[in-house]
Structures are given as structure tokens and as C-alpha cells.
């Protein structure tokens, strides 16, 4: 811990201390007057010589209109009285008669215990109670750039449902590197002992919704030192100048707090190089700027880790990446198989599931799913499962949810014609045909010609039993080939083509035009590079970076290539010809036929 830091939670103490003597010498100051206060009780005349003649009076006073006595009964209890009487003298004779001693009634004080809870233990017990308090928020995570008190409202939610690394699944990398930072921070004597030096910013770089802001949320939850989140959006103000002050204050606020993280989400919106874009950017500069010289300010062993999301690395401005600001980098990509698995059970166990679900299963027919999208599909799973009245989430509502989540719902009053549902299964057994002839291809694991609301009529659910990461050139013309082949089987029944293959032909072309411009598959091209794309997690335009005249040749060799799948696809399904009827024919009875039947008939000799 700082000295300063230490300084300031001393001084705090010290004024608190201060205060709360002042509030219990008040307490005694006002309250024990009245509560010290005897008490004194009235009674009559007929009373007071009852009192006589049972020999309890100890003590008579004479007042002027009032005598004041003191009873102690048989149990030792004494009390005082106070009674009207007139005539004194008669009363002394009476007295002196019965030996009964005449003076100063000695009142006694009220209960003394009452008198010390209500002046010394209860003040006592609130100050050590709010003390403890004081005590916990000084050495607790607080504040933040915003600093409203909403702010520490929200904040305090958070902490209930802390988010921790097991909330986390499947980016084991990125989380091995941010538990370094989290024990750096907490450790930071054995660092120093090995010379060791803490990374000054961090950058989790990688595709929407993979999980980067919950990291950001789960190191908070690991941290045993403060945390002050931000999003970069809060910099950027209406007035200028205010996104620059607001920086200011964030690191001074932090470098008070050292050691400590601060999490930049979307640090995008204010790091953009700069020069880019149109309009006045001088207000985002400007911030960008203060947070250059902020992150080069503070020293490295001072114990502040900047932490920054972002699925925009490619538009960042470079000074901010270079060494000594962010300068590692820490990938959070999509999750492999594994991954959604892990991804898949952490979502579940949040939901009552059923005992035996399948989550490779679901996990190979998502390829290519974030993180946000398979917590989606879970969701929408426990949906359906309250939808049908079960209490339970099957195997069968998480199917359906993939199909919900990666095409859409099922849309219930668009009807097909028999003619359109027709051509439409021939179309959907064309892919699933072609993909399951094609050794390399992945099975189909359902296909289903019920109307999406994506606009897609059909819908085959494949399954990949790897991820891949080398593809050679014959598994990318399958690839088209199989987008193809919906088409293709139309034309072999129908002699015809319709529209429903748009959403194919984009995707045929595109894995096309990356063949011939990214991957050299062409022997025209060799290994010449005609597009850059490089970092691009928002799936944005590539950069040609031919002449026109290449362009145009480019062009032809995509075309080449397609009709060379094209060409393949009909070929396998000529060759399968009297198969496809046959399964054409079964979904188009059946609307919804999973693998193992199609597999059935296809293998059926
Ligand atoms: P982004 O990378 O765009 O910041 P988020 O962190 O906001 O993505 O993720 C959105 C949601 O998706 C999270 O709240 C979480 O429910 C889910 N999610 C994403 N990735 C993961 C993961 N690796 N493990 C568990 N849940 C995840
Ligand atoms: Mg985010
Ligand atoms: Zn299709």
C-alpha cells in the first residue's frame, strides 16, 4: 500500500474518531439530565396513612403544601412519594409518635444501568458498528469516473453477483494472462525482488461478443485492489475540453488509489487514429492525446494497470499501441469447440436442465457462435422450455434455439405452396446430399424447410466434428460446392431457377474471391496478395490492393472457380440422383428430418 493512500485513510480515521466523541458528549450532556431525573410518585392523604400504619415509611420531608416521603417495602424496594397535606403540625406530633424520622428525603437516582446503556454502550456500539463500515469502504473497490452516487449504487449491486474467472469459459489464454496482472497487483514486492516489470496497459482485442467486457467485469471480481471501470464513450462530451478533464481526473483518481486497474471498455470511440473520420475531431484528440500523455505519466512499478477492450484494433492510433502504453495485447477470439462446450455449461448452470443433454452436440452444430450468442441460445432454450410448460430445459428446446438464434424463428404464417415447399426441399437435400457425399464435408445433423424469419425457407444444421484450422484447397471448393448445390439440385429436378439461392451464391463468392485475393489457391495469381484484411472483427470491406486491370482478372478467376464447384455439385448429385428423390420426397412429408434419418436413406442400398 501507498504511503499516501495510508495517509489519507489516517486522517479520515482520526477526524472520524473526533466526531463520534463529540456525539456521545453531547448524548451525556443532554440526555442524562433527564433521564438522572428522579422518580416521584403522587399519592393521597388515605395513601400516605396507609403507608404509616404498615410501617414502611422511612423518611419524611416537610414542604410547604406537600410532604415528601420515602417507602420501603417488605422486598427492600424504596420509592418516593409525594402527597398534598395542610395541616404540618398535627402531622409532626403524629410522626414523632410513631418514631418516624423527619428530613431531607435523599431521592434516589433512576435505574443506573438504563442511565449507562442509553449514555455510554449504545453510542459505543454505533461507533464501533459504523466504524467497521468506515473501515471496510476505505479498503474496498470504489468510485469511478462517473462519480455520481448512482454510480456507487450500481456499484454495490455488482459487488453482490460478483462476476470471477469461472464465469469465464473458454479463453483460457486470456485469462492466464490477466491473472498475472491480478497477482502482479496483489504481490507486487515478489515482482519487484526479480526485477520484474508489470505491463503498463493491457488490450483485449477480438470479435463482439466474446466475452471482453466480461473479462473485464471478472478481474474486477478477482482483484484485491480497486477497480475503476469506464467506458470510453464517457470521454467523449459536448463540450470541449471535458473529455481531456475527465481523463485528468481518472488517472489522478487512480494514481490516489495505486495499486489499482482501470478498465477502458470500447476504448475505440476515443483512440481512433488520428486524422481519420470527417467533422471536427479536435474534442477527441484532445482526449486521446491527454490519455497519451496520462499513460506515459505514471511509472511502471507505481502499481496503475490499464486494462482496454476493443473489437476495433485495426483503427486505433499507433501511439497508443506502442511499447509502454498498450503494448500487449491479449486476444479473445471465438471459441473453439471445447470452448463452447465450457461456454454452453456455464450458461446452463444458471437454468434447470435436464440431466442428459448433449452440449458437444450443440456445440458442433454452432461454428463459428461468441460467447454472447451461445448464452443466447440457452436462454432462448429455457424460453421455449416455460413456452411448452416444463419445468425442465430438453435437449430439444436447445436444438430449436440454435435454429432461433443462427436463422431465426420459425415463422408460423408464412405457408408454402406445395410447389414452393417442393422446390424448397429439393433445394435443402441438395446441401445436405453434397455435404454428406463429400467425405470432408461435415454431416448434416437436421434439416428443416419450415420458414424462418431471417428469410430463409430451409435450413440444414451441419456439424463439424473438428475445428479446423489448416483447410486445403479441394475441402474449399467442397465448401462452394456445397453452397452450390441447393441450386443446382433445382436446376436437375425443375429445369428451372428461383430466388432462394441468393444467400448462397454470397457465400460461394465470398469464400471464392478469398481463394483467388488472400489464400493464393489460383496458379494465375501465385502468391500475390490482392486484398487486405487484416484484423478486421467486425467483418468490414477488405482493401483491394491490385491495379483495376488485376482486378478485372481477379474477377474472372473467382467466376472460374465457382462454376469448376458448380460443375462438381451437379456431378455428385447426378450421380445420386435417384437418392435425392427419395429424400427429397421424405422431408418434404415430414418438414423436419434429422441426421441419422437422412443417413438411414442414403445408406439404404
Ligand atoms: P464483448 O466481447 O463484446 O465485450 P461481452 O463480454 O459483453 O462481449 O459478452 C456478452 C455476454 O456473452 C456476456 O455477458 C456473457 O453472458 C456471454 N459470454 C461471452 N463470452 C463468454 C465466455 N467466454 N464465457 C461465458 N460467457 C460468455
Ligand atoms: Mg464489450
Ligand atoms: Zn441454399
Known amino acids: 500500500m501507498s504511503e499516501k493512500n495510508k495517509n489519507d485513510k489516517l486522517e479520515f480515521i482520526i477526524f472520524y474518531y473526533i466526531a463520534s466523541v463529540f456525539i456521545v458528549m453531547y448524548i451525556n450532556w443532554m440526555l442524562l439530565p433527564v433521564l438522572a431525573k428522579p422518580v416521584i410518585n403522587t399519592s393521597t392523604q388515605e395513601e400516605f396513612e396507609r403507608h404509616i400504619d404498615a410501617g414502611e415509611v422511612s423518611v419524611v420531608e416537610i414542604l410547604k403544601d406537600n410532604i415528601l416521603y420515602t417507602v420501603k417495602d417488605s422486598n427492600g424496594n424504596i420509592k418516593h412519594y409525594k402527597t398534598h397535606y395542610s395541616d404540618a403540625n398535627e402531622l409532626i406530633g403524629s410522626l414523632m409518635e410513631k418514631n418516624i424520622e423527619i428530613g431531607v428525603v435523599e431521592l434516589n437516582k433512576s435505574d443506573f444501568f438504563?442511565?449507562?446503556?442509553?449514555?455510554?454502550?449504545?453510542?459505543?456500539?454505533?461507533?464501533?458498528?459504523?466504524?467497521?463500515?468506515?473501515?471496510?469502504?476505505?479498503?474496498?473497490?470504489?468510485?469511478?469516473?462517473?462519480?455520481?452516487?448512482?454510480?456507487?449504487?450500481?456499484?454495490?449491486?455488482?459487488s453482490r453477483n460478483k462476476t470471477t474467472f469461472c464465469d469465464v469459459a473458454g479463453q483460457e489464454e486470456a485469462k492466464e494472462s490477466l491473472i498475472e496482472i491480478v497477482d502482479y497487483l496483489s504481490y507486487t514486492e515478489k515482482y519487484n525482488e526479480i526485477g520484474a516489470v508489470c505491463p503498463k496497459g493491457?488490450?483485449?482485442?477480438?470479435?463482439?461478443?466474446?466475452?471482453?467486457?466480461?473479462?473485464?467485469?471478472?478481474?474486477?471480481?478477482?482483484?484485491?485492489?480497486?477497480?475503476?471501470?469506464?467506458?470510453?464513450?464517457?470521454?467523449?462530451?459536448m463540450y470541449v475540453g471535458r473529455g481531456a478533464k475527465r481523463v485528468r481526473d481518472l488517472f489522478d483518481k487512480a494514481s490516489k488509489k495505486a495499486p489499482c486497474i482501470i478498465f477502458i471498455d470500447e476504448i475505440d470511440t476515443v483512440g481512433k487514429a488520428r486524422g481519420i473520420g470527417t467533422g471536427s475531431n479536435e474534442e477527441r484528440e484532445q482526449t486521446l492525446n491527454q490519455l497519451l500523455t496520462e499513460m506515459d505519466g505514471f511509472e511502471e512499478n507505481k502499481g496503475v494497470v490499464v486494462l482496454a477492450a476493443t473489437n476495433r484494433p485495426e483503427i486505433l492510433d499507433p501511439a497508443l499501441l506502442r511499447p509502454g502504453r498498450f503494448d500487449r495485447h491479449v486476444r479473445v477470439e471465438l471459441p473453439d469447440v471445447q470452448g463452447r462446450v465450457a461456454?454452453?455449461?456455464?450458461?446452463?448452470?444458471?437454468?434447470?436442465?435436464?440431466?442428459?443433454?448433449?452440449?458437444?452436440?450443440?456445440?458442433?452444430?454452432t461454428a463459428g457462435a461468441s460467447g454472447a450468442q451461445l448464452a443466447n441460445i440457452v436462454n432462448e432454450g429455457a424460453l421455449r422450455a416455460v413456452?411448452?410448460?416444463?419445468?425442465?430445459?430438453?435437449?430439444?428446446?436447445?436444438?430449436?434455439?440454435?435454429?432461433?438464434v443462427l436463422a431465426?424463428?420459425?415463422?408460423k404464417n408464412q405457408i408454402l405452396s406445395p410447389e414452393e415447399k417442393k422446390i424448397v426441399s429439393y433445394h435443402e437435400i441438395g446441401h445436405a446430399l453434397l455435404a454428406a457425399v463429400q467425405i470432408d464435408s461435415a454431416p448434416v445433423h437436421k434439416i428443416t424447410i419450415i420458414p424462418r424469419t431471417s428469410g430463409s425457407l430451409g435450413y440444414t444444421m451441419q456439424i463439424e466434428e473438428r475445428d479446423k484450422t489448416l483447410?486445403?484447397?479441394?475441402?474449399?471448393?467442397?465448401?462452394?460446392a456445397m453452397f452450390c448445390a441447393g441450386r443446382a439440385?433445382?436446376?436437375?429436378?425443375?429445369?428451372?431457377?428461383?430466388?432462394?439461392?441468393?444467400?448462397?451464391?454470397?457465400?460461394?463468392?465470398?469464400?471464392?474471391?478469398?481463394?483467388?485475393?488472400?489464400?493464393?489457391?489460383?496458379?494465375?495469381?501465385?502468391?500475390?496478395?490482392?486484398?487486405?484484411g487484416r484484423g478486421n472483427y467486425l467483418g468490414g470491406n477488405s482493401q483491394v490492393t491490385c491495379s483495376p486491370e488485376t482486378a478485372k482478372e481477379v474477377d474472372k478467376a473467382v467466376l472460374l472457380i465457382i462454376k469448376e464447384a458448380h460443375l462438381k455439385a451437379m456431378k455428385v448429385l447426378k450421380e445420386n440422383e435417384q437418392k435425392l428423390h427419395e429424400l427429397a420426397e421424405f422431408l418434404y412429408q415430414k418438414e423436419t428430418i434429422t441426421g441419422e434419418q437422412f443417413m438411414d436413406i442414403l445408406n439404404k442400398k
Do not use: W
Not at 125 to 138: P, Q, R, S
Not at 392 to 401: C, M, P
Not at 408 to 411: I, L, N, R, V, Y
Not at 473 to 479: G, L, P
Open 114 to 158: 438504563l442511565v449507562l446503556l442509553i449514555t455510554l454502550v449504545i453510542p459505543i456500539i454505533f461507533v464501533t458498528y459504523y466504524g467497521i463500515k468506515l473501515k471496510e469502504k476505505l479498503n474496498g473497490n470504489e468510485g469511478c469516473a462517473g462519480e455520481t452516487k448512482d454510480d456507487d449504487k450500481v456499484k454495490d449491486k455488482d
Open 387 to 404: 413456452r411448452m410448460g416444463r419445468n425442465f430445459v430438453s435437449q430439444s428446446d436447445l436444438e430449436e434455439s440454435v435454429e432461433v
Open 202 to 237: 493491457i488490450l483485449l482485442v477480438g470479435p463482439p461478443g466474446t466475452g471482453k467486457t466480461l473479462l473485464g467485469k471478472a478481474v474486477a471480481g478477482e482483484a484485491n485492489v480497486p477497480f475503476i471501470p469506464v467506458s470510453g464513450s464517457e470521454f467523449v462530451e
Open 471 to 480: 483447410i486445403n484447397r479441394s475441402e474449399t471448393i467442397n465448401k462452394i
Open 489 to 532: 439440385a433445382e436446376e436437375l429436378v425443375f429445369g428451372e431457377c428461383t430466388t432462394g439461392a441468393s444467400n448462397d451464391i454470397e457465400q460461394a463468392t465470398k469464400i471464392a474471391r478469398a481463394m483467388v485475393t488472400r489464400y493464393g489457391m489460383t496458379d494465375e495469381f501465385d502468391m500475390m496478395a490482392m486484398e487486405t
Open 343 to 365: 461456454i454452453l455449461k456455464v450458461h446452463a448452470k444458471k437454468c434447470k436442465m435436464e440431466p442428459d443433454i448433449d452440449y458437444s452436440l450443440i456445440a458442433k452444430a
Open 408 to 411: 431465426g424463428e420459425q415463422k
